[in-house]
């Protein structure tokens, strides 16, 4: 068994857990059931009123038409109000819900990365443009794949001697614990897929640059900090909120490379690397502040400030009266079990007295996956003698940084179970990395056979947990295909 393990390596353990990850995707992209207009790809030019259509195709027929606005055209009463953006003021008028309104045009605030990245290409090779739930399975795709190869990179950092069948759990539950397979689900699936989209290039991120830092020939490092730069930039131009995090952690990682490479007297080596690195951000932030200016007025307005939305977004403000209830909703909200298949429901009713959002929808915390809750024991692994200082470092950014990312969430956006996959990823790769370090300096058998069972059971947990939700149902949820759901109840023998 031992010489079997030493043949396969960290990076094949990971391989083939992407593979499994990729195809239970695949089979959650084709759990769905659409309607007639769904089905269809949509013909460009658009055959009906721009308005019908979703921000990511009104913004794409902008673009081809060689403007920055969606080309439609506000009722004129919006502009005669005091404040168009309060709900109360525009009742009674027809307009675009969740689009930006400034000075008498309508504007997407929704990130470009999935036009640029698939609806062009798409549309040049088929000269129509996809169903957002086939945007949504291609980055959904992406994701399955990059989410486990970046957590078998990250076990290789650890320690080459990691555990594989370790790395190969953690591996498998990846895309589950960042709430990948619930997110694909979502209706109103524009909404969605800025989220799957920013997930997918968070998981190439951060694959290219675990890869980089373990590469030993330079060519192939230039070549992993160049990509790794790209794919944080479609982060940012996906989902601005889902890029904070994987920037902390590269900030962390360049940080390191300076210090190694001082050590070994190749400082400009390291400033090399790093501008490879940056630049394409550098590029991305440029074309970003430019985009907003000539959109909005200035470098630093996405569009947010001026949604039409459930309430005006400019009085939204951090508060410590939100950083409980934040908390809880983000962390420790559960799932409604039922006695029906599958079982799990949202639970709605999960109200937090006199909370100050003004949103509140269907969530679910963190650690309603149950592996994740190994996230609490993050301080114990950086406190051993034995975690090297740049593994406290980025244990104490895993441990804090998804806190603050949910009170940021909470205050600006509220609470619905999309904003959760902002950070829940980084919330697993905390518990994982806790998990591999513990594993590595565990040198009692006891010990050791403790530690993989309460993993195997947390992540069996998880894992069908993650499966329940496939067939859930909700508001919030696109309807499951029938003839699947009754061919799975069969299966599980509950019919």
Not at 63 to 89: A, C, G, T
Not at 274 to 287: I, Y
Not at 327 to 345: A, G, K, N
Not at 416 to 433: E, G, K, P, S
């Amino acid at each position: 068994m031992k010489k079997l393990q030493n043949l396969i390596s960290l990076r094949l353990v990971g391989l083939v857990a992407a593979i499994i990850c990729l195809t239970a995707s695949i089979f959650v992209s084709f759990t769905g059931s659409f309607d007639d207009f769904e089905k269809e790809m949509t013909k460009y030019p658009l055959e009906y009123s721009i308005s019908t259509y979703n921000p990511y195709m009104q913004q794409f027929d902008a673009f081809h038409k060689h403007q920055l606005h969606l080309d439609v055209i506000p009722d004129e009463r919006l502009s005669n109000l005091d404040n168009p953006y309060s709900p109360e003021e525009r009742e009674g008028i027809d307009y675009l819900w969740d689009r930006a309104y400034y000075n008498g045009r309508y504007y997407s605030y929704f990130g470009i990365a999935p036009i640029i990245i698939f609806y062009e290409p798409f549309y040049i090779l088929t000269g129509k443009l996809p169903t957002t739930a086939t945007a949504i399975g291609f980055f959904a795709a992406i994701a399955s794949i990059f989410l486990p190869l970046t957590i078998s990179n990250t076990a290789e950092i650890i320690s080459k001697k990691s555990s594989k069948v370790l790395t190969f759990i953690l591996a498998l539950i990846a895309p589950s614990c960042s709430l990948l397979f619930l997110i694909q689900r979502g209706v109103s699936r524009f909404y969605y897929l800025a989220t799957v989209s920013a997930l997918a290039f968070t998981g190439l991120f951060l694959f290219l640059l675990t890869s980089a830092f373990t590469a030993k020939k330079r060519f192939v490092r230039t070549a992993l900090f160049i990509l790794s730069g790209i794919s944080y930039s479609l982060i940012f131009l996906s989902r601005f909120n889902q890029a904070i995090l994987p920037g902390m952690a590269a900030l962390l990682f360049v940080i390191k490379l300076i210090i190694e490479k001082q050590k070994e007297g190749k400082l400009a080596s390291a400033f090399v690397n790093c501008a490879f690195l940056a630049f394409p951000v550098l590029c991305a932030v440029v074309f970003t502040l430019i985009y907003n200016s000539l959109r909005f007025g200035s470098p630093f307005e996405f569009g947010t400030t001026y949604q039409l939305t459930v309430a005006d977004v400019s009085t939204y403000r951090l508060s410590a009266k939100a950083f409980l209830p934040a908390i809880c909703h983000y962390f420790l909200q559960p799932f409604l079990i039922v006695s029906d298949f599958p079982f799990l429901r949202f639970k709605s009713d999960f109200i937090i007295p006199d909370e100050p959002a003004f949103y509140i929808d269907q969530c679910i915390g963190v650690f309603s996956h149950p592996f994740i809750i190994l996230f609490l024991l993050a301080p114990f692994a950086a406190a051993k003698k034995k975690t090297l200082p740049f593994e406290r470092a980025i244990l104490a950014t895993l441990f804090i940084f998804p806190v603050l990312l949910a009170f940021i969430d909470y205050c600006f956006g509220g609470v619905i179970f999309r904003y959760t996959a902002d950070f829940a990823f980084f919330c697993f790769l905390c518990a994982a990395v806790t998990v591999l370090i513990i594993s590595r300096d565990c040198k009692n058998a006891f010990s050791k056979g403790f530690l993989m069972s309460t993993v195997c059971w947390l992540s069996l947990t998880t894992a069908v947990i993650s499966f329940l939700t496939v067939f859930m149902k909700s508001g919030n949820l696109s309807e499951v295909n029938p003839d699947i759901l009754q061919k799975v109840s069969e299966i599980l023998c509950l019919q």
